[in-house]
C-alpha cells in the first residue's frame, strides 16, 4: 500500500470508531432506557428520553403530537395496559444509523409483543419500520423526531432478524 491508501484507510478506520461510540453513547443514553421503560409501562422515564421540542408521528393513525399529546397518550395507555393486566415487550433493531456529534438518524424494524390476561393468555407479535432523528442537547441524547408505521403488513420476522441489533 502506498502512502496515501494508508492515510485513506486510517481515516476510514477513525471515521468507523468515531460513529461507533456515538451509537454506542446513543444506545446508552436513548435506546436502552427507551426499552427499558417502554415494557414496564414507565410513561415518565420513557418520555425523559425525548426532547421537549419532539415531533412523534405514528403514520399508520395521519397524526402528529408534540411531547404533551404524546405523553398525555403514551400515559392514558400505560395506564389502561396496567389496569386489563396487559404486559408488552419491544425490540429494535437497526437497518440504518448516520451519526455526527450532535445529529443522528436510526432507522429500524421493531417488533412488539402483547400478552394479554383475559383468562385466555394469549399473546402475539406485531412490526413496524421506524424513523428517528436525535440531537445532543447539552451531554444527554434526546429523541425529536419520531416516526413510524407498521406499512400495510408488508414487515415481519424476516425483516426483523435481518436487522441489526442493539450492541
Request: proline share 2%.
Amino acid at each position: 500500500m502506498n502512502e496515501k491508501s494508508n492515510l485513506l484507510c486510517s481515516r476510514h478506520a477513525s471515521l468507523t470508531s468515531f460513529a461507533q461510540n456515538i451509537q454506542t453513547e446513543i444506545n446508552d443514553q436513548v435506546w436502552k432506557p427507551f426499552i427499558a421503560s417502554f415494557n414496564p409501562l414507565d410513561t415518565k422515564a420513557f418520555m425523559a428520553v425525548h426532547s421537549k421540542d419532539l415531533i412523534r408521528s405514528p403514520r399508520d393513525s395521519k397524526v402528529i403530537l408534540n411531547w404533551d399529546e404524546y405523553f398525555k397518550n403514551q400515559q392514558e395507555s400505560d395506564q389502561r395496559s396496567k389496569k386489563s393486566g396487559a404486559k408488552r415487550v419491544i425490540e429494535l433493531r437497526f437497518t440504518e444509523r448516520i451519526s455526527s456529534s450532535s445529529q443522528a438518524i436510526d432507522i429500524g424494524i421493531y417488533k412488539g409483543t402483547v400478552s394479554t390476561n383475559d383468562g385466555k393468555s394469549s399473546s402475539y407479535s406485531y412490526y413496524g419500520r421506524f424513523h428517528v432523528i436525535l440531537r445532543k442537547e447539552g451531554n444527554s441524547w434526546k429523541i425529536l423526531v419520531d416516526t413510524d408505521s407498521s406499512e400495510k403488513n408488508t414487515i415481519g420476522e424476516k425483516d426483523f432478524l435481518a436487522a441489526l441489533p442493539i450492541e
